[in-house]
């Protein structure tokens, strides 16, 4: 049995509090992106009204508002990183509260800034809980929403300029009850990357196609063809998805003119980093194949966006023990793995350590994330910050 530090959420109470109203702040002046200003003075006067000293701003770039605040214990011990996501996204909010969004098309409807509020409510109980053994390395990173915040604090020394030793963080869950959490061992989100195919043939009068190199059939032809790098080239042993989510060409008004070039883009999700390099390489084939029976060019654009999340496996099982712990072996639970991407990945390719997620669901809170009735549950603060300061606690003492 691993030699615990316990922290039970009733002793979060307060602090979740305190963390509460910093969130209805942050929520009710959202930004989107990586240079979260408005956020990042938020947090900093947050940090600062614990008592700490210790932070540093503009982890990632001069663009980036990446904040990292270190609490060091009264002996020695580990060090382990804590990440919250600080960004929203570009969605006109719908909830009714009293802090909603005072932004248009700005919302926090992923939970980020309850992620940020449950991060806080951590560093303000180890402000107040000073004797404990090694070095919290609080992480508030912008720019998750697709604009790979991870990557440019990773890549500006986050890992070497603090000594991390371990990565932990949370993620809102409105499938599971608040009041609980759940746990993903391995592969937890997918390799996010988005695709565009451009068909560039001759275009010409739709009367006379003869004279035309048609892009539009080359396009329509690819639309399914795609569909088969996942039915007859992966594995059935592996998951993966092809969704082709535009499809552009020509002008509504020209019901005559047959046009010049077809554009598809689209997403692709896997988890091996094998299945990822085969889907690129038949996505490749496919539209050079079609191109050439149809006598046009094609281009193709695969962006490879976020790695896929991987929990280390031991980190998961250790963190699980402690969660049991912290709020009772009945509200951890099993979670599944998604498609979606999490670049907090970024992190995991660094360090081991894992993502867990926190319940929001109660007769309030039903909404999914990325919708316009989504709010982060307020209840679930002092669960997730128990989690998480226990986690901590243990990990930098083992």
Do not use: W
Not at 88 to 94: D, F, G, M
Not at 340 to 367: V, Y
């Amino acid at each position: 049995m691993i030699d615990t530090v316990i922290v039970k959420p009733e002793e979060m109470s307060e602090c979740a509090q305190v963390a509460a109203q910093v969130r209805h702040t942050i929520h009710a002046y959202p930004e989107v992106g990586l240079n979260l200003t408005q956020t990042e003075k938020t947090i900093v006067e947050a940090l600062k009204s614990f008592g700490c000293e210790a932070i540093e701003t503009r982890v990632g770039g001069a663009d980036v508002a990446g904040v990292v605040c270190v609490v060091k214990g009264d002996q020695p011990g580990r060090t382990i990183g804590l990440r919250a996501d600080s960004d929203a996204l570009p969605l006109n909010e719908n909830t009714g509260v009293p802090y909603a969004s005072t932004r248009a098309k700005h919302m926090h409807a992923c939970g980020h800034d309850g992620h940020v509020a449950t991060l806080l409510a951590v560093v303000k109980y180890f402000m107040e809980h000073r004797h404990f053994a090694g070095t919290l390395v609080a992480i508030f990173q912008p720019g998750e929403e697709g604009f790979a915040g991870a990557r440019h604090m990773v890549e500006d020394g986050l890992v070497e300029r603090f000594g991390i030793d371990e990565f932990y963080a949370l993620h809102a869950e409105p499938t599971l009850d608040v009041g609980t959490v759940g746990f993903v061992p391995g592969y937890a989100t997918a390799n996010a990357d988005t695709f565009e195919i451009v068909f560039e043939g001759q275009g010409g009068h739709g009367s006379r196609p003869q004279f035309s190199k048609d892009s539009i059939v080359a396009m329509g032809e690819a639309i399914l063809a795609l569909q088969t790098i996942v039915s007859r080239n992966v594995s059935p042993y592996y998951a993966a998805v092809v969704s082709i989510c535009c499809a552009q060409s020509g002008d509504p008004d020209g019901t005559s003119v047959m046009p010049q070039k077809a554009l598809l883009r689209g997403t692709t999700r896997s988890y091996e980093p094998e299945v990822q390099d085969l889907i690129e390489r038949r996505m490749n084939e496919i539209a050079q194949g079609i191109a050439q029976t149809y006598g046009i060019k094609a281009t193709v654009n695969y962006t490879r966006l976020y790695p896929a999340m991987y929990n280390t496996p031991e980190n998961v099982q250790a963190a699980r023990e402690i969660a049991a712990q912290a709020i009772g072996a009945a509200n951890v639970k099993e979670f599944s793995r998604t498609t979606g991407g999490e670049d907090f990945s970024f992190m995991l390719l660094e360090r081991p350590g894992c993502l867990f997620r926190l319940g929001m669901k109660d007769a309030d809170h039903t909404a999914p994330v990325h919708n316009e009735e989504f709010d982060f549950n307020d209840k679930a603060i002092a669960t997730g910050a128990a989690v998480l300061a226990s986690i901590a606690l243990t990990r930098m003492k083992s």
